[in-house]
């Protein structure tokens, strides 16, 4: 059985910091693209950061310079750290594992139940 378990949100302060840990089990971790995405209300879920098997990673534009992915797969956990937080980071966070072939096709999809971030005075 696949479980990815997210942990590390809570409610920061504009400016402030968190990191946010997801540790899968059920899968061959290291041949997983993992990835963070969020899904603020009223909107669609968007890619935060992913880091793929070989280290590459992605940013979306809104966490360049703020949040830094990254991975330890012998602990097969995948981090988000995120700084100089704004109200508008506010979201629910999910961890997704995702199989990708040499064609960067996605064979397979695995997600978090998410954990809530709050960013608020």
């Known amino acids: 059985q696949v479980q990815l378990v997210e942990s590390g949100g809570g409610l920061v302060q504009p400016g402030g910091s968190l990191r946010l840990s997801c540790t899968g089990s059920?899968?061959?971790?290291?041949?997983?693209?993992m990835g963070w995405y969020r899904q603020a209300p009223e909107k669609q879920r968007e890619l935060v950061a992913s880091?793929?098997?070989?280290?590459?990673?992605k940013y979306a534009d809104s966490a360049k310079g703020r949040f830094t992915i990254t991975r330890q797969n012998t602990k097969t956990t995948v981090y988000l750290q995120m700084n100089s937080l704004k109200p508008e980071d506010t979201a629910l966070y999910y961890c997704?594992?995702?199989?990708?072939?040499?064609?960067?096709?996605?064979?397979?999809?695995?997600w978090g139940r998410g954990t809530q971030v709050t960013v608020s005075s």
């Open positions: 880091i793929a098997t070989d280290g590459t990673i």
């Open positions: 059920g899968i061959l971790f290291r041949g997983f693209e």
């Open positions: 997704n594992a995702a199989l990708i072939d040499t064609k960067g096709r996605r064979l397979d999809d695995y």
